[in-house]
Structure formats: structure tokens, C-alpha cells
């Protein structure tokens, strides 16, 4: 089990009574309508780390080509038992948080979720101190082709439950300023 952590936003529950009026304009009666007061609620939803299990893995299939003759990719990604306990745990944990918080009709909704669900995919292009077992050196420059950056998630075969937004800037920034650098000296 790994870290987990939450998102959520509050709104009224029945505001969007008033949506469908919209196509008439923003009236009086409308905005009138719009802040009367009435029920709140919270959703929530969480996020949690797979563990970089082996099997989970992109490979070139060499059978089915893309319009360029290309090979295409093939994605084998599965959620395994540890992820299952954890989904359990952020479920149990959200709905105690709440309860404590005093909040009351907490409902938990445990709708199957799949790779892919997630947007910050990573671990594609490894990145490493030796070619042998990375794709990347340690300023996500690829080693067979030097004059090419990737900055993305690809780097990193795991990360926690956080956004991995900023690093990925942060890994952006360090690797275009070494390439610059690189420039400069005529070595790239």
C-alpha cells in the first residue's frame, strides 16, 4: 500500500435548475433564482499510486502497423490486489472523514476504475545513469540520440499520489537549460 490522496468541490445541489434558462439571457429572475439558498454537497475523488509492477508495460508490436509502416504500441497495464485494498481504504477513509466533519447522507460509490482513468501516465522512457537499463541520461536527454529531450512522465517509472505537474516543469526547465548550455559549447 502506498499513499493516496483527495480532490473534491462543493456546490448546491439544485443550482442547475436555473441552467436551462440561460438561452433566455442572465435577467433579473435568473440571477434571483440562482442564489437562494439550498442544499450543499461535496464530491470527492481519489488518487492513489500503482505500484511499477513489471508487467505493466508498453511495447512495439511489430504485427499491426500504423498508416507510416510503423510499428504500434501495445499497453499491458492491470490494477493487482494492492490497488484493490487501497480503492478500499480511500473509500473507508473518505466517507470517515466526512462523517467526522459532520457531515451528514455521506454516500461512497466504488464504480470499477482502469488504467488509463488517471492523465499523468509515466515510466515509458526511463531515465538512469546507465544506457543499459535507461532510455534517458540524468538531464532526460536520450542516450542514442542526443540532440532529443523528453520531459515529460516518461522519466519517471513511479510517483506518489500528487500532481506530477510541477516536476515535470521542474524536469523541463533543468533539461532546457542543459541543453542550452550544451548549445553554447557547440555540443549538441
Known amino acids: ?91 473507508n477513509d473518505a466517507a470517515e472523514m466526512l462523517e467526522a466533519a459532520g457531515f451528514v447522507d455521506v454516500e461512497i460509490f466504488d464504480e470499477e476504475s482502469f488504467p488509463g482513468l488517471g492523465i499523468h501516465e509515466m515510466g515509458t522512457a526511463r531515465m538512469g545513469r546507465d544506457r543499459k537499463t535507461s532510455v534517458l541520461n540524468q538531464w532526460n536527454q536520450v542516450w542514442d540520440a542526443p540532440n532529443v529531450f523528453v520531459t515529460d512522465g516518461a522519466c519517471m517509472t513511479s510517483a506518489g499520489c500528487q500532481n506530477p505537474s510541477l516536476t515535470y516543469m521542474a524536469l523541463t526547465a533543468r533539461a532546457a537549460d542543459y541543453a542550452v548550455s550544451e548549445m553554447k559549447k557547440m555540443n549538441l
Open 1 to 91: 500500500l502506498r499513499g493516496f490522496g483527495y480532490q473534491g468541490a462543493g456546490s448546491r445541489r439544485d443550482w442547475t435548475q436555473g441552467v436551462a434558462e440561460l438561452a433566455m439571457g442572465l435577467g433579473a429572475e435568473f440571477k434571483a433564482k440562482l442564489i437562494v439558498p439550498g442544499p450543499w454537497q461535496l464530491g470527492m475523488t481519489a488518487f492513489g499510486e500503482c505500484l511499477p509492477y513489471e508487467e505493466n508495460r508498453v511495447t512495439l508490436n511489430p504485427d499491426v502497423l500504423d498508416k507510416h509502416g510503423l510499428p504500434t504500441l501495445t499497453i499491458d497495464c492491470e490494477f493487482k490486489e494492492n490497488e484493490k485494498a487501497m480503492r478500499r481504504d480511500m473509500m
